[in-house]
């Protein structure tokens, strides 16, 4: 089968960066699925995987953790799903990615395709809508109110693919005032567009223009990117007894000016429950089947930026430099393998 891979990490400048290959197709057992692939999306893991860690010596490491196909085959103690379901799912950290035709995942995890989006439109919906999710009602649990607030949520970096879907997702199922951070006009209007109530820049501090926000400090902080850069000014906005969750990889994190007003700390990996497979791991398909109904229940909307054609070494380059670059709005979606 056709996918594509690295032997080495390198810069994405570099053609050897990804490289078109040919792999063999792969049986599934137990719990598996075997997918056809027939779109995928680009998130900041591929890139971090891509530039930090090393296959074995002559081994080809495949990326991708989002996917949308067709179920082809099933391990013998599948339950959920039949051949030619069509699914969308994020895959597994420990596990060879999307970029490839055909794909082995656990059904846990997989969740049925919104009927009322193609695959690209549905392949950058899952590993976003799980991190947001998982953030935002099992870390952070918004929907339980800090005492003496306006219920509020910031939402740094709103229009990343972790932020397009959590401003959707706290939208559609809360009563929360919405803020959301960018940067320029174009990303300003697109957080506008999935429902953020206000808009700020994360280029200023983001203490003294919430302070000029009618909501008043904010019970809820979700940061997705640059959080070292944020992280003094979250702790002078939060509300005494707040919670402050964040996703991303800051070098270092200084808890200790969390002590003074009492605020919670939380992390979000989308890949916890399947790396550990831990007692709820089917709560991701669950979830995944909840974000296909508000999908086609038309209560919101795919997160899909730009398209960036085939899969291929190619075009999975170009979609690495872009989310690189930190000016990707929305997801990079690519679809099909050229035949």
Avoid: C
């Avoid at 680009?42 to 090393?54: G, I, L």
């Avoid at 995944?288 to 999908?295: H, Q, S």
Wanted: hydrophobic share 40%; proline share 7%.
């Amino acid at each position: 089968m056709r996918a594509v891979g690295y032997q080495a990490p390198l810069p994405i400048t570099d053609p050897d960066a990804l490289q078109d290959i040919e792999l063999p197709k792969p049986m599934p057992t137990g719990h598996d699925l075997l997918v056809e692939v027939r779109a995928v999306s680009v998130n900041p893991v591929d890139t971090k995987v891509r530039s930090s860690a090393t296959p074995e010596p002559g081994q080809w490491r495949v990326l991708g953790w989002d996917a949308a196909g067709i179920v082809t085959a099933t391990g013998p103690d599948v339950r959920h799903f039949a051949v030619g379901d069509k699914v969308f799912y994020a895959g597994s950290l420990h596990r060879p990615g999307t970029n490839a035709q055909f794909h082995l995942v656990d059904e846990r995890i997989v969740g049925h395709k919104p009927k009322s989006l193609d695959w690209t439109q549905a392949a950058a919906l899952p590993l976003t809508a799980i991190t947001a999710w998982e953030m935002l009602f099992d870390r952070l649990d918004i929907r339980r109110p800090v005492p003496g607030t306006v219920p509020s949520l910031l939402i740094v970096g709103g229009a990343g693919g972790v932020g397009s879907i959590a401003i959707q997702l706290a939208r559609a199922l809360t009563n929360l005032t919405i803020i959301a951070t960018a940067s320029r006009p174009e990303t300003q209007e697109w957080v506008r567009s999935l429902g953020a109530h206000h808009v700020i820049d994360h280029r200023h501090s983001l203490a003294g223009q919430v302070a000029h926000l009618p909501t008043g400090a904010p019970g809820f902080v979700f940061s997705t990117t640059q959080t070292d850069q944020h992280l003094a000014d979250i702790v002078e906005l939060l509300a005494p007894q707040g919670h402050f969750g964040l996703i991303d990889d800051p070098q270092a994190l200084n808890a200790l000016p969390f002590k003074r007003k009492s605020l919670s700390l939380h992390w979000e990996l989308t890949f916890t429950r399947p790396m550990f497979q831990t007692a709820d791991m089917a709560e991701q398909g669950k979830l995944l089947n909840e974000i296909a109904a508000l999908v086609d229940s038309g209560r919101i909307r795919t997160t899909l930026g730009e398209t960036f054609g085939p899969i291929n070494a190619t075009n999975l380059r170009r979609a690495h430099a872009l989310v690189e670059s930190g000016r990707a709005k929305g997801k990079i979606v690519l679809a099909g393998f050229n035949e």
